[in-house]
């Protein structure tokens, strides 16, 4: 960090709003990691953190509950009944007309679908915290969980479906009253104030610092070097727009672009997809103890192919490339935005309004996508590979939690600038 962007950090302090926005969404931030701290009646911790340790599905849903699924606390299930909503509901609207239609009627749509998104954030938590209050009695965590303790039981769904709607309402506050984000803010937070003991245990795995462990950490720093190229990378497509005359005015015309990123999709691509690769060794595991022989066979089968490195990370890999396609093609339509283009006079120079306009925007968004899905693909397989090179596997480069902190830093950070340079600060992205 430069002496310019302390001294553009010392001048937001100083202005009064972006103070209480920096106060305020720190302070939320306290509350929700006082709340990760406050576990659920009745938890075997020790069994808890073996459990987490040799799980993959727990390990990436501890990540999105900023570590309160590791103490199984009152916000375990953290934002992602949430997100999962979220992401339910943006297909939706690309399969739904109607849902489609209420999307594109400026605020009032967004109000009307965050408003769906909340409501369907219930149902996803509750089966959430069924699923996960289930799993977690079988494996000797929960005390005990079903038909045969319904107070316990319900107090428990109770609890957790009330820290995930908490967790919901704290990030739609910072939304609105602090900086950035809430949602991505709250896991970000997570993510960060579990890096300290993370630290520690590594250098105590490694016996010190270690050749290994500095050769770990500049591939790190070359890794988010490479993150923030790529999600800030874009393709610029030229529009002009002619002169119009409408009634008794006259509106010049200009130059301006549309802004294609070669990441569209975020990390919502690694979230599908390592949600789908782990559903099958999760089943196949209730079954590889079962008393009919090729049932039993197929489950332990299932498992041992999915412990097999080679073949996870090739899945892994190959279903992040098809999910980034799939995510992307429903979320930019090339004949909605060449038909809003042509509806205001625009048109991109060499190429004709309308059908020829569609076609050519989805071949340059096919062709930047291929890049960014490869650059997806290879951050989420990338802790594995960089794992198995150094011998440093107590801190893996989780590529979501990597892509999640690297996003929320170069957002905040633009905000941050876009705030100052109305105040006449020297800004601090250059």
Do not use: C
């Not at 397989?381 to 979501?400: K, Q």
């Amino acid at each position: 960090m430069s002496l310019s962007m302390f001294e553009a950090l010392s001048g937001s302090l100083r202005a009064p709003d972006l103070r209480r926005k920096i106060l305020f969404t720190a302070g939320m931030l306290v509350v929700f990691r006082l709340l990760a701290h406050v576990p659920v009646p009745g938890v075997n911790q020790q069994n808890l953190d073996t459990l987490i340790q040799n799980n993959q599905l727990l390990g990436l849903l501890d990540l999105f509950s900023g570590g309160g699924l590791a103490k199984f606390s009152v916000v375990a299930m953290g934002v992602n009944p949430y997100i999962n909503a979220s992401i339910i509901m943006q297909l939706l609207i690309g399969v739904i007309p109607a849902l489609e239609r209420l999307s594109k009627e400026g605020e009032y749509g967004r109000n009307r679908i965050n408003q769906y998104t909340r409501v369907l954030t219930v149902p996803m938590a509750v089966l959430q915290g069924i699923g996960i209050s289930i799993f977690m009695k079988q494996s000797g965590v929960l005390s005990n969980f079903g038909p045969d303790a319904p107070i316990l039981s319900l107090s428990i769904l109770a609890t957790l479906v009330a820290g995930t709607l908490l967790l919901m309402w704290l990030g739609e506050l910072i939304s609105e009253n602090g900086l950035g984000n809430g949602i991505s803010f709250i896991i970000f937070a997570g993510i960060v104030g579990r890096f300290p003991s993370t630290a520690a245990q590594t250098v105590d795995a490694a016996g010190g610092v270690t050749f290994n462990l500095i050769f770990f950490g500049l591939i790190g720093i070359l890794v988010i070097a490479a993150i923030v190229f790529i999600q800030e990378g874009q393709r610029r497509i030229p529009v002009q727009y002619a002169k119009r005359v409408r009634g008794q005015r006259q509106y010049a015309g200009g130059t301006t672009h549309i802004p294609l990123r070669v990441n569209h999709a975020g990390v919502i691509p690694i979230i599908f997809a390592i949600s789908i690769l782990l559903l099958p060794s999760q089943i196949a595991q209730y079954f590889t103890t079962s008393d009919t022989e090729w049932l039993r066979n197929l489950a332990q089968g299932i498992v041992g192919a999915f412990n097999n490195t080679v073949f996870y990370n090739s899945l892994y890999f190959v279903l992040v490339v098809a999910f980034t396609f799939f995510y992307t093609a429903f979320t930019f339509v090339p004949n909605d935005v060449a038909d809003n283009i042509k509806r205001y006079g625009g048109f991109i120079p060499g190429i004709r309004p309308g059908r020829p306009t569609a076609e050519f925007l989805g071949k340059v968004v096919t062709r930047i996508t291929v890049a960014g899905a490869l650059f997806l693909g290879i951050v989420a397989v990338m802790p594995s590979v960089i794992g198995d090179v150094t011998g440093v596997h107590t801190a893996r480069l989780g590529g979501t939690s990597v892509l999640i902190v690297v996003g929320v830093v170069v957002e905040t950070m633009k905000q941050l600038e876009a705030q100052l340079l109305m105040r006449s600060y020297e800004g601090f992205i250059r």
